[in-house]
C-alpha cells in the first residue's frame, strides 16, 4: 500500500518561493510506471492539478503554472518535493502529493484519477 505524507510551511509571504515534500512509503518513487504528482484545492473551489514527475525522472507541469513551478525528487530519501515561486494569496490552497502506476500519459492531468494519496495541507500566503 502506498502511503504519501505532506511535509512544509503553513505559512508563506507573497513574492517568496512555496517548498512542500512528499514523503512515500510502501512504493519506491524509481519504481516503473509510477507518475507522482502534485494537486491543489483552493478555499471553495475545485482540485487542480499542478504538476507531475515520472519514476524515469521526466516532469509535466500545468501550462498555467509552468512558469512558477519545479518537481523534483530525492531518491535516496523516497521524496519529491514541490517548489512554487512568486506566490500570492491565490496561492491559498491545501495541497496534496498523489501517486497512480496505471495512468497513461495523457490522463495524468486529471486529478480524479490517483489512487493514492497524502492527506493534504493547507498552505496560506499571507503577509
Known amino acids: 500500500q502506498v502511503q504519501l505524507q505532506e511535509s512544509g510551511p503553513g505559512l508563506v509571504k507573497p513574492s517568496q518561493t512555496l517548498s512542500l515534500t512528499c514523503t512515500v512509503s510502501?512504493?519506491?518513487?524509481?519504481?516503473?510506471?509510477?507518475?507522482w504528482t502534485w494537486i491543489r484545492q483552493p478555499p471553495g473551489k475545485g482540485l487542480e492539478w499542478m504538476g507531475a514527475?515520472?519514476?524515469?525522472?521526466?516532469?509535466y507541469y500545468s501550462p498555467s503554472l509552468k512558469s512558477r513551478t519545479s518537481i523534483s525528487r530525492d531518491t535516496s530519501k523516497n521524496q519529491f518535493t514541490l517548489q512554487l515561486s512568486s506566490v500570492t494569496p491565490e496561492d491559498t490552497a491545501v495541497y496534496y502529493c498523489?501517486?497512480?502506476?496505471?495512468?497513461?500519459?495523457?490522463?495524468?492531468?486529471?486529478?480524479?484519477?490517483?489512487?493514492?494519496w497524502g492527506q493534504g495541507t493547507l498552505v496560506t500566503v499571507s503577509s
Open positions: 498523489a501517486a497512480d502506476s496505471r495512468l497513461i500519459l495523457s490522463s495524468i492531468r486529471d486529478a480524479r484519477q490517483y489512487d493514492y
Open positions: 510502501g512504493e519506491t518513487i524509481t519504481t516503473n510506471y509510477y507518475y
Open positions: 514527475i515520472a519514476s524515469s525522472g521526466s516532469t
